[in-house]
C-alpha cells in the first residue's frame, strides 16, 4: 500500500499545487462570509477529489481484476494515453501565458464570488475538482495507479483517502488559517493570490510536462 502512495504522490502534489482553486479559495476567505464559503469549498473540492479518483480506482480493478495478465498493457496504453494528455496541456499553458509586464487575467466567475452562497462555493470546487479536464486527468492518472496495484478494500480505501487529503492540503490549510488566525491570514493570502496568478501559466507548464512524462513511464513500464 505504501508504494502505491508513493507512486501517487507527485500526482497528488500536481493538484495540490494548482494555482485556480488556491486563489479562489482565498478571495472567497477575503469575502464577507469568509469562513463559511471557505469550508464550503473545502468540502467540495474534498469530495471531488475523492469521487473522482475512487471511480478511476475501481475502474482499473475491475480492469485488472477480469485479467490480470491481459490487463497490464491495456492499463499500460491508458497510462500513455494519460501521460500524453498532460504534455499536451503543459504546452497549451505554455502558449497562454500573458506576456512580460502584462497582468493575467483570471477567470470571470471569480469576479462574482462575492455574491455566492454556500452551496455554489461546494458546487463549484467539486466541477474544479471532478469535472475540470487538468485535474481529471491527473485524478485519472492517479486512480489508474491504485487500482492496477490489487489492494485490499481496506488497503484500497486508505490509498485513495491519503492520496485526496494531500491533494486538498492547499485548500485546508487557507481556510484554518484564516479561522485561527485571521487577521495574520488576511495579509499573508493577499501576497500568496498575487504571486500565484503571475506565475499560474509556468506552475501548471510545469507540473503538466513532470507528471506527464512520468506517468508515460508507469505505462512504458506495464508491457
Known amino acids: 500500500m505504501f508504494d502505491v502512495i508513493g507512486s501517487t504522490l507527485t500526482n497528488a502534489v500536481a493538484i495540490a499545487i494548482s494555482p485556480i482553486p488556491i486563489i479562489a479559495v482565498i478571495l472567497m476567505l477575503m469575502s ?6 471557505g469550508f464550503g469549498f473545502l468540502v467540495g473540492w ?4 475523492l469521487v473522482a479518483t475512487t471511480v478511476f480506482s475501481l475502474l482499473a480493478d475491475a480492469v485488472t481484476a477480469a485479467d490480470p495478465t491481459a490487463s497490464k498493457p491495456i492499463l499500460g496504453v491508458v497510462q500513455i494515453v494519460l501521460g500524453a494528455g498532460l504534455l499536451f496541456l503543459g504546452w497549451r499553458q505554455w502558449r497562454s501565458r500573458p506576456a512580460p509586464g502584462v497582468t493575467p487575467e483570471l477567470p ?3 469576479s462574482k464570488i462575492d455574491s455566492m452562497g454556500v452551496l455554489a462555493a461546494v458546487g463549484l470546487a467539486f466541477a ?3 469535472l475540470n ?3 481529471l486527468l491527473v485524478e485519472a492518472a492517479a486512480g489508474t495507479t491504485i487500482g492496477r496495484a490489487s489492494l485490499d478494500t481496506g488497503a484500497l480505501v486508505v490509498a485513495i483517502i491519503v492520496f485526496s487529503v494531500i491533494a486538498a492540503l492547499t485548500v485546508l490549510i487557507p481556510v484554518l488559517f484564516a479561522a485561527f488566525a485571521p487577521q495574520t491570514a488576511a495579509k499573508a493570502l493577499t501576497s500568496v493570490r498575487a504571486w500565484l496568478t503571475a506565475n499560474n501559466a509556468v506552475i501548471m507548464t510545469v507540473l503538466f510536462v513532470v507528471l506527464g512524462a512520468n506517468v508515460i513511464g508507469k505505462g512504458i513500464g506495464a508491457f
Open 133 to 135: 479536464p487538468k485535474n
Open 32 to 37: 464577507p462570509r469568509a469562513l463559511r464559503l
Open 108 to 110: 470571470a466567475w471569480m
Open 128 to 130: 474544479l475538482a471532478a
Open 46 to 49: 474534498l469530495v471531488g477529489i
